[in-house]
T-cell receptor
Framework: GNSVTQMEGPVTLSEEAFLTINCTYTATGYPSLFWYVQYPGEGLQLLLKATKADDKGSNKGFEATYRKETTSFHLEKGSVQVSDSAVYFCARGSGGSNYKLTFGKGTLLTVNP | EPEVTQTPSHQVTQMGQEVILRCVPISNHLYFYWYRQILGQKVEFLVSFYNNEISEKSEIFDDQFSVERPDGSNFTLKIRSTKLEDSAMYFC?????FGPGTRLTVL
């Protein structure tokens, strides 16, 4: 079945450091790929998405590129801020207009000043 | 910007009681979903709803669970007889947009 494997956390960085959170997915079909962010005590917010190979999703300084050859969708940010501290979830959709999502386990990011 | 809303934000119930969690999805969307997140764990798919019927459900979504869209606006998840292990955050989603969640605590 569909699955998403995400880098285990927690990840602790200093402000302005470079962030990478790895994510790989099972290659069945042509899924859409997503990153969601969950701030402490809050729900899931869509951070960015990509719908086909070589697409780059970007938002708030975060980027992720849909790599079909490596079945990856790694999240990156060049300079993290304290306010980026949250849990980040990688997810794959079933494809098309059906947004049934399979999530990774989540990665807790803590950014220290 | 339209958003998904959920009520209540927190529900405390006794084991064996019925609970109904409510969601108002985005009005022109076609697919609606319920997910749950047990504390500290990943988000798990429960059920998808399309064209006023269940289109897919997971193994978690057993006979204790049901969903309805009673009035074309609200989208509800009912748990008939809650168990301790039902304690979790329950998220409603309208296509790829999630509501803020309902924290269910079963005592």
């Amino acid at each position: 079945g569909n699955s998403v494997t995400q880098m285990e956390g927690p990840v602790t960085l200093s402000e302005e450091a470079f962030l990478t959170i790895n994510c790989t997915y099972t290659a069945t079909g042509y899924p859409s790929l997503f990153w969601y962010v969950q701030y402490p005590g809050e729900g899931l917010q869509l951070l960015l998405k990509a719908t086909k190979a070589d697409d780059k999703g970007s938002n708030k300084g975060f980027e992720a590129t849909y790599r079909k050859e490596t079945t990856s969708f790694h999240l990156e940010k060049g300079s993290v801020q304290v306010s980026d501290s949250a849990v980040y979830f990688c997810a794959r959709g079933s494809g098309g207009s059906n947004y049934k999502l399979t999530f990774g386990k989540g990665t807790l990011l803590t950014v220290n000043p | 910007e339209p958003e998904v809303t959920q009520t209540p934000s927190h529900q405390v119930t006794q084991m064996g009681q019925e609970v109904i969690l409510r969601c108002v999805p985005i009005s022109n969307h076609l697919y609606f979903y319920w997910y749950r997140q047990i504390l500290g764990q990943k988000v798990e798919f429960l059920v998808s709803f399309y064209n006023n019927e269940i289109s897919e459900k997971s193994e978690i979504f057993d006979d204790q669970f049901s969903v309805e869209r009673p009035d074309g606006s609200n989208f509800t998840l009912k748990i008939r007889s809650t168990k301790l292990e039902d304690s979790a955050m329950y998220f409603c989603a309208s296509s790829k947009f999630f509501g803020p969640g309902t924290r269910l605590t079963v005592l």
